[in-house]
């Protein structure tokens, strides 16, 4: 009722700039589900520049690179604590040919990426420089396989040649190509998109490839292999029924892929040209995936009310029109304050489902949509979505804490609502409580009283992540236009504490 009166209060007469108030209550004492690590998931993808001259510029560069790999981008992953890689795409997955990636590189054949752009793909990047990547920044990897237009021997002799130990014919490769200790690999993705660009499949075709496919997929030397079927897009529900139906438990996992994208404006519309409207709307179709995710476990609760097959969202985030002036196909995009909303919005809703959704990968690490990291020769910019992911990183396997916001909101078109608040908050494992709070609202503060239920806090600290105008980016000209800094505002209360966020502000706390 109190949003409803509240909301019609704020429709009706906007003033520049004003207060409003909202309650979150945070049960402090409770908790008893982990927010896996893997829902701060990453997607690196033969799209672009997001593996050349993104991730990898090779040794001989003079770009600075550790093993072919770029220095900073390293480094800056490595403060992220990227958990796990998903590679190599993405549509580029079902045209991928792993045996061309491996070896030595001069012998490596070219290949035509006809999904992005039709650029010349040399297969200097494979197996061994995304395997070694993901031991340098300690994340686990997660391969997509080929279903579309690869043969299940093909898969088998991957997954031999990247788990089996010392003697199998794959392992001799491996060992001939400098490697004699397998990796690790858990994650393991049966096609890509198979109702698209991953082979046009209908889902009941796909779940009996699914089976066979995976059939092959063997488990070498104590090495687990965790087998994600290629799921449904957005609202494709039927896709999710017929898979649990015909593949069931032989599968660990289903994925499902979401992008934000400005719907009713007949583009994606620009990432760094939009206007009030278009922000509302964003922020409400990107909360629509909770309805959508809710939607996809309820039917995967009817055939498997245990929750032991996983929801893997593993392509997720904002799509806007390709930048003006790039490659056509490449998909690179700008990132605002806006996107940063999207992610700490999303962020929020994956840690209130994790007893089925445990893991999911934003698209994509750098270069393209919704990147953590842009580059252009030898500079690089982190964007407002990679400072969310940096700050919201205190929740990795921390305790979820069950919280409840009360607050007003904004009725945008298409009959969506937007929260003018969204919370999170987690215990980690020294007893920290960190509270991450969104302020959406483009020109109003937002006094917040947060109930800590159960627990008397003795000291808070925090910081922010605001701009003077929603549409503000890094750029490699101002790189550092949008970034956290301190927050001073909130201060500790008998119920808890009293938090006064600016609008259009992200903030995370730790309290003690
Ligand atoms: O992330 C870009 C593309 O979006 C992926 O390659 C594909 O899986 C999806 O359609």
Redesign the pocket.
């Known amino acids: 009722m109190k949003n409803a009166i509240l909301c019609a209060a704020f429709c009706l007469s906007l003033p520049l700039s004003a207060q409003q108030t909202a309650t979150v209550n945070i049960h402090a004492d409770q908790g008893s589900r982990i927010i896996p690590k893997e829902i701060y998931g990453q997607f690196a993808?033969h799209?672009g520049t997001c593996i050349y001259g993104g991730l990898w510029v090779g040794e001989d560069s003079p770009i600075p690179n550790t093993q072919g790999y770029r220095t900073d981008v390293l480094e800056a992953l490595k403060r992220l604590k990227v958990p796990v890689m998903r590679w190599p795409?993405?549509?580029?997955a079902d045209e991928y040919h792993w045996m061309d990636g491996i070896g030595p590189k001069e012998n490596r054949p070219r290949m035509v990426n006809n999904?992005w752009g039709g650029t010349v793909e040399d297969n200097s990047f494979g197996t061994h420089e995304f395997l070694n990547l993901c031991e340098l920044l300690g994340c686990e990897p997660y391969i997509s396989g080929n279903v579309g237009s690869g043969s299940v021997e093909e898969m088998a002799k991957w997954v031999e040649y990247m788990t089996s130990e010392q003697g199998s014919p794959m392992a001799k490769l491996r060992l001939e190509n400098g490697r004699e200790k397998p990796w690790k690999v858990k994650y393991f993705g049966v096609g890509?998109?198979s109702w698209?660009?991953g082979g046009s499949m209908r889902p009941e075709y796909y779940s009996d490839l699914y089976r066979r496919y995976s059939t092959y997929c063997r488990n070498y030397n104590g090495n687990q292999l965790f087998k994600i079927a290629s799921g449904a897009s957005d609202y494709d529900y039927n896709w999710t029924e017929v898979l649990m139906r015909n593949i069931g438990h032989r599968m660990d996992g289903i994925s499902l892929?979401y992008y934000t994208v400005l719907g009713w404006t007949g583009s994606k519309g620009s990432a760094t040209q939009f206007s009030d409207e278009d922000y509302y709307w964003t922020l409400g179709k990107c909360r629509e995936i909770e309805e959508v995710v809710k939607r996809h476990m309820a039917i995967m609760d009817r055939f498997d009310p245990k929750k032991q097959i996983a929801l893997l969202v593993d392509?997720w985030g904002t799509w806007w029109d390709e930048e003006p002036g790039t490659v056509p196909g490449h998909?690179y995009q700008q990132n605002t304050l806006r996107d940063a909303f999207v992610a700490s919005l999303t962020l929020d809703i994956f840690h209130q489902y994790t007893d089925r959704i445990k893991m999911t990968n934003i698209?994509?690490i750098a270069n393209?949509?919704q990147s953590m990291i842009l580059t252009r020769d030898d500079k690089m910019v982190l964007t407002p979505t990679y400072h969310v992911f940096e700050m919201y990183n205190v929740h990795q396997d921390a305790t979820y804490l069950p919280a409840e916001v009360e607050c007003t909101y904004k009725e945008v078109r298409d009959r969506r609502r937007v929260p003018l608040v969204s919370a999170t908050a987690s215990r980690d494992q020294e007893g920290r409580i960190h509270i991450s709070l969104s302020n959406v609202h483009l020109t109003d503060t937002e006094e917040v009283t947060v109930r800590l239920e159960g627990l008397k806090a003795k000291s808070v600290e925090g910081r922010i992540l605001t701009s003077e105008r929603i549409d503000d980016y890094n750029s490699f000209d101002q790189p550092a236009r949008v970034q956290p800094k301190a927050f001073k505002d909130a201060r500790i209360t008998n119920e808890g504490l009293r938090v006064k966020l600016p609008a259009k502000s992200i903030v995370t706390l730790e309290v003690k």
């Open positions: 993808e799209l795409g993405g549509c580029f999904n890509n998109e698209g660009c892929h392509e998909l698209a994509q393209v949509l």
